[in-house]
């Protein structure tokens, strides 16, 4: 997830197509394509010829490797203080009408942030935090307990994960796919069914940037 986003960032940043990207990296194409698409994720190996190939330097791409290993980074003196919201959010809660629920922070390295989602940190994205609940997003690295960070000012685009308010059962943190006019909602643990909406109201509240953990 962490890397198919930056990836996307990156191509959108410097203007490459896939096909460039992959002349410049010797990495082939179609495996480019399956990383954005989510059908794959890249070795280690494959991260490094394509950041190197994009410009990234020896800490951004450490950064990147942390973050697909799973790693959380120490705080250092540039960090962010994230707004934490309350897990008793009520379903239907406007997307201007977070600031009410606030009930603390999250410390966020500023590296990361910026790495995570480039210059739109610098133009004043808004973030929040919210704690995670269950198992069902775990194959994502999403785990009980962790701080997930989203934005309601980022676009979900179909494979993203997202933070979905469902009408009479509040927000919960789902896979989204779009197919027409149906909204599906995927977990990453099978024992959790797709949720499937075409009639009943269904409303993205945010892009997940990133989740962390800080047990």
Known sequence: MIFREWLREKLREKRLSQLELARRSGVSQGAISR?????????????????KALGA???EIALLLGLEKGFVFPLEAKDVAVPLLSG???????????EEYIVGSVPLNESLLSLRIGRAYQAGLRLFAVRARGD??????????????FSPDLEVQSGDIGVVDIEDEGLCIKQVIFQGGTVILQSANPAYPPLVFTDRPVRIVGKVILSLSFH
Not at 88 to 98: K, L, Q, W
Not at 136 to 149: H, L, N, Q, R, T
């Open 35 to 51: 990383w954005i698409r989510g059908e794959r994720e890249p070795d280690e190996a494959s991260i490094v010829k394509v950041a």
């Open 57 to 59: 330097g020896e800490e």
């Open 88 to 98: 008793e959010i009520p379903c239907g809660t406007p997307v201007n009408g977070f």
């Open 136 to 149: 069902s997003m775990i194959g994502k690295g999403i785990a009980e307990g962790d701080f997930v960070v």
